[in-house]
């Protein structure tokens, strides 16, 4: 999707497109558009080391208790997919926070395989009340299946909950719950990023920053070991800095990055990823709560903040992640993974940020950092957010 002037044009024409086909379709009989998976991590293939040492999905909750379990394991002949294993409560993984914008339809598929029931229930948020909506139970069979569900939301609902359950042991892949008028917009990125006519700035860290441009003190290096290529590596006392007039423009933006983190989510440390101090500033930070945060200054206080609570307070160390945060007039977005954390209307916005860019901080290593001056991802939200 492009930005800000870009993006209306964008979003219409997606729209417009995806009527002329959706009416076409009912015309010529032919399949309906396929929808759109607003499930960042649906087949299952980013993952952490959680816990009980075992391997499990990012972006997706776990709960489980007693001996029950859930790991992700590897799918033949290529890939990953989840094992959910039932001894005593059965274990359960859900998705919250797809936001609601109008009454389309919306698609649930996933595939299952194993012995067992797995349980999918959908539930929408209506006047802050949980209505289920979906309240389905499929049996697991020896082979790979496939199971699809249409779920209605009314015009009051503003947002769903996917949760799974499972009943004896079972394996999960390919979850799908979208539809087709969503934007697809490829968060995670999939590869290295590109720069265009939006693009502030680019930094792959193949080369050294040149010193008359970035301020850097400390231990600050360079390591192959990156997301894509070479990333920096930010050790004790290091501060790597630049002009924030050159590379932010304050009306609309999309800050992006992979960030490693040497350090451990819970530890009492606040991390700003990418932040501007002071009065006409921002920050884009795993704080020392272990919320992630993207909020924007003006004369001290704060303009507008979306954040997670204690999204990052279990988060081990050494994995990469991706952060992204869109600004524009009218909202602004916070995205982990590709996973939607916080909407929130803008307000106070400075007429422009400075004078300090300061990117990364101690105890990570970043790769892949792009600023533009266009909102390059949006999710559709109901009006009153
Ligand atoms: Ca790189």
Redesign the pocket.
């Known amino acids: 999707m492009g930005g800000t002037g870009v993006s209306g044009l964008g979003k219409h024409f997606f729209t417009l497109t995806a009527m002329a086909l959706a009416g076409c379709f009912a015309v010529c009989g032919a399949a309906e558009p396929a929808p759109v998976n607003a499930l960042p991590n649906g087949g299952f293939e980013l993952t952490e080391p959680g816990a009980s040492g075992r391997l499990i999905p990012r972006t997706w909750t776990i709960r489980t208790s007693g001996d029950s379990y859930v790991e992700v394991v590897p799918r033949q002949p290529d890939g990953h997919c989840l094992r959910l294993v039932r001894k005593g409560t059965p274990p359960r993984l859900h998705y919250d926070g797809f936001p609601i914008k109008d009454t389309t339809p919306w698609t649930l598929t996933f595939e299952t395989r194993g012995t067992g029931k797995l349980r999918a229930q959908v539930s929408a948020n209506e006047a802050s009340k949980w209505t289920t909506l979906l309240d389905k139970g499929v049996n697991a069979v020896a082979e790979w299946e496939t199971h699809r569900f249409t779920i209605v939301p009314s015009p009051t609902a503003t947002a769903f909950r996917l949760q799974f359950s499972a009943d004896g042991e079972l394996f999960l892949d390919n979850v799908l719950f979208g539809h087709p008028r969503l934007p697809g917009l490829n968060l995670p990125p999939s590869s290295?990023l590109t720069a265009d006519a939006d693009t502030l700035l680019l930094?792959?860290?193949?080369t050294d920053l040149d010193p008359f441009q970035y301020f850097i003190k400390g231990d600050v290096e360079r390591t192959e070991d990156?997301?894509?290529?070479?990333?920096l590596r930010q050790g004790a006392d290091a501060y790597v800095a630049t002009s924030a007039e050159d590379f932010l423009d304050s009306h609309a933006g999309t800050i992006e990055l992979?960030v490693k983190l040497l350090v451990p989510g819970g530890e009492r440390v606040s991390r700003p990823f990418v932040s501007v101090p002071g009065m006409r500033g921002l920050s884009l930070v795993r704080d020392q709560y272990g919320h992630i945060s993207f909020s924007i200054q003006r004369h001290w206080g704060v303009g507008v903040r979306v954040w997670a609570d204690g999204y990052a307070r279990t988060w081990e160390p050494n994995v990469w992640r991706h952060v992204a945060a869109c600004w524009d007039n009218e909202l602004v977005q916070l995205w982990v993974d590709g996973r939607l954390l916080h909407s929130a209307p803008t307000r106070n916005v400075p007429d422009s940020f400075g004078p300090e860019l300061r990117l990364g901080a101690p105890g990570m290593v970043i790769?892949?950092l792009r600023i533009s001056r266009t909102v390059r991802y949006r999710f559709p939200v109901p009006s009153s957010q």
Do not use: I
């Open positions: 290295k930094l792959d860290f193949e990156g997301r894509f290529g070479a990333a992979w790769d892949d």
